[in-house]
C-alpha cells in the first residue's frame, strides 16, 4: 500500500508561486509607500496565476471550438 499525499500533484508548486507573488507584491508596495496597494497588486497577480497554472495543468488545449463555442 502506497502512501498517498493530501496534496494534488504540482499544489506545492502552485502554493510556492503564490506566496512568492504576494511577498514581491509587498515589496513593490513598500518600495511606493503603500504596503495596501502592494497587498492587493499581489493578490491580484497571484489569482491571475493560479487561473493561469490550473490552465496548464488541466492540459485543455482546443477548448474553444467554433461550432459548440467555450467549454467548460
Do not use: H
Not at 503564490?18 to 511606493?32: K, Q
Amino acid at each position: 500500500m502506497t502512501q498517498r499525499s493530501p496534496w494534488p500533484r504540482g499544489r506545492r508548486t502552485w502554493l510556492l508561486g503564490t506566496a512568492g507573488l504576494l511577498v514581491a507584491g509587498l515589496v513593490v508596495g513598500v518600495l511606493l509607500q503603500n504596503w495596501v496597494l502592494g497587498l492587493a497588486l499581489g493578490v491580484v497577480v497571484s489569482l491571475g496565476w493560479l487561473i493561469a497554472y490550473e490552465s496548464w495543468r488541466g492540459r485543455n488545449v482546443g477548448v474553444n471550438d467554433d461550432d459548440k463555442g467555450i467549454q467548460l
